[in-house]
């Protein structure tokens, strides 16, 4: 009977592992990408369509602006946040020093 190996990018004792962490924050960042692309996109082919009196029916309302930059804000935050907590648990720091 085989053994088996424990996956790289479980959850183990509570923590997840650096393979883990690199994995989130990337894939947050490419989905960041593809959201900032689609809102400036967005915005460039509104104001094309002004601009030259295109009937573009396919552009996000307001709203669906907001959502999307909104979307792209918090998966930006994540990812930032995943990679700083990486780059944290390389340095050994724990946190914020202790007030005095």
Known sequence: MRSKKPKTGRIMAGRPSESAKNHWGAR???????????FIANILLGKAGVTFGWD?????????????????????TIATLIR?????????????????
């Open 56 to 76: 573009l029916s396919f552009l996000l309302s307001d709203v669906g602006e907001y959502l999307v930059l909104l979307f792209a804000a918090l998966f930006f």
């Open 28 to 38: 947050c960042l490419v989905v960041f990408g593809i959201l900032a692309s689609l």
């Open 84 to 100: 700083e907590s990486r780059a944290d648990t390389r340095d050994g720091d724990s946190g914020p020093d202790p007030a005095s």
